[in-house]
């Protein structure tokens, strides 16, 4: 009789999991002159070659590099679209931090790299960076190493303006790949030298590299942050912000119109009254923007003609440095200002972004074949905003950080490394915490977003969580876990009794 009242009550909580609402992934409203990702696929997947075009432009990374787009990434990606999971492709790929772990992990495998890829490379922590290295993940422009120079700020960058030149690939059937001009593109010249300068000024501290100046009003400067300084004081307005997107994992355009194209990540939250479905959200990007102006008033013509905006980030293309940023963002993916520093700040914001070009390039001469050109095992653009965050706040508020501290054991860069370690990892697949979850966002006014069913989670979710009662809610695995949990602990106990 027990065992039957025990199996009745394992049922019903079999049943209760498997009566999760059934959630259909929303296709409207989307906002004026963008179609999804799945939309677009519905009409060109049946093009001969066309899906592996896409694909194979996908691979190849996108600027904002959050989506960790390794061969099982792709693959499953193919998967979805082959086989007409245009819901599926709507939230792709919908995975939690512990199923995207392993899929980006087994690239270093193939690298012959362990589980842990700890400093056992070919390369061992202090030797210098290789010539090739450093052109592959620093860009300095006109500015060599091995050059000892002083460039003077005070005329007008003679580079030349923004062209859309290797940014813009059309894959044909009316798809084009990459982003056009943004209202900052006119003072390209400008932003890319800036970007130039600053990369070249931190590398004065690699081994090797033969010293080099910036000078303003005759004024000389080796550093990043005396370059900011020297800004300051000769009447510039230096603001740096730390700023947050939704990221864009395609970059596509379709005849004219912006193809959403969100990568998708489970937070491991569920969304109330969902029958426990889990609240995904798009991965972010990060990044620190420097705006620059100068108040002629102020400075009575004396200061260096310098308007400029520029950011830093570590991205899929190996590189963790200044760049220009005056490519157009597609408006879904929104932006907010996390943070905003001024002053001193400002100038430390810049020394440390100097001090962690150094390190990436340190760790790129120790560890040489990292997949990705080390993004993920040494961390996403996340991750360097993170720990400068903690830095100057106290306080870490992105998802994910996926850097192998173990990989930072450089004693040349000890501030980089102590930073780096002292922020939250999301390698191991832990459930994060929602501050950092609901702090990766562009928004803050969640009613804002523009991807179709997202706005009406984030709300419902983040209420919960500010309550109190966002736990009070439970998965279809767990009640699944608990009713098997029930039926074996009481069969061990009738085995026991049985056997006494």
């Known amino acids: 009789m027990r065992l039957t009242r025990t199996l009745a009550l394992v049922c019903i909580l079999v049943a209760a999991s498997g009566c999760r609402k059934t959630y259909v992934v929303p296709e409207a409203p989307m906002p004026p002159n963008t179609i999804l990702l799945s939309q677009m696929m519905r009409q060109l997947s049946a093009r001969p070659g066309f899906t592996n075009t896409l694909l194979d432009e996908v691979d190849k990374g996108s600027k904002a590099g959050a989506a960790f787009m390794s061969p099982a990434l792709i693959d499953e990606l193919r998967k979805r679209i082959l086989g007409s999971d245009w819901q599926g492709l709507d939230r792709f790929p919908g995975w939690t931090m512990r199923e995207i772990n392993p899929t980006v992990r087994v690239v270093g495998h193939v690298a012959g790299k362990s589980d842990k890829l700890e400093a056992t490379a070919a390369v061992h922590p202090g030797a210098p960076a290789s010539e090739a290295q450093e052109h592959e993940y620093l860009d300095l422009g006109p500015y060599a ?21 290797g940014l813009v690939t059309d894959l044909g059937d009316g798809v084009v790949r990459g982003d056009g001009p943004n209202d900052l593109a006119p003072e390209h010249a400008e932003n890319q030298r800036l970007a130039d300068i600053l990369n070249r000024l931190a590398a004065n501290k690699l081994e090797g590299a033969k010293t080099f100046t910036a000078s303003m009003a005759e004024t000389p400067t080796t550093t990043p942050q005396g370059l900011m300084q020297q800004l300051i004081a000769a009447g510039a307005t230096v603001t740096v912000d730390d700023a947050r997107y939704f990221a864009n994992f395609a970059h596509v355009h379709y005849n004219g119109e912006d193809v959403m194209a969100p990568f998708w990540i489970d937070s491991q939250l569920i969304v109330p009254e969902s029958g426990g479905r889990h609240l995904l959200v798009p991965a972010s990007h990060a990044e620190y923007e420097w705006h620059i102006r100068l108040n002629p008033k102020i400075c009575a013509g ?32 929104l932006e907010r200002n996390a943070h905003e520093y001024t002053g001193a700040q400002a100038v430390e914001v810049t020394r440390l972004a100097g ?7 340190h760790l790129h001469a120790a560890h040489p074949t990292l997949p990705f050109g080390g993004y993920y095992a040494l961390g996403v653009c996340q991750d360097g905003v993170s720990a400068i965050e903690r830095k100057l706040t106290g306080e870490v508020t992105l998802f994910p950080n996926t850097a192998d501290d173990a990989l930072f054991n450089d004693a040349r860069d000890a501030e980089i490394n102590a930073l780096m370690a002292a922020i939250p990892k999301d390698r191991d697949g832990l459930p994060p915490e929602p501050a950092r979850i609901f702090g990766s966002l562009p928004t803050t006014n969640f009613d804002a977003i523009t991807i179709p069913g997202l706005a009406a989670d984030l709300n419902a979710t983040y209420s919960a969580w500010k309550s109190g009662n966002l736990n009070h809610d439970h998965s279809a695995r767990f009640y699944l876990a608990l009713g098997i949990g029930l039926l074996l602990g009481f069969i061990l106990i009738r085995r026991k009794r049985r056997s006494a």
Do not use: H
């Open 145 to 165: 190493l091995n050059n000892a120079e002083t460039i003077s700020l005070d005329e007008p960058s003679s580079l030349p303006p923004f062209s859309t030149a």
């Open 302 to 333: 004396l200061c260096p003609r310098i308007n400029a905006d520029i950011s830093y980030y570590f991205g899929v293309d190996g590189k963790s440095e200044w760049r220009t940023m005056d490519t157009l963002d597609q408006p879904w993916v």
């Open 355 to 361: 001090l962690m070009t150094v390190a990436y390039m």
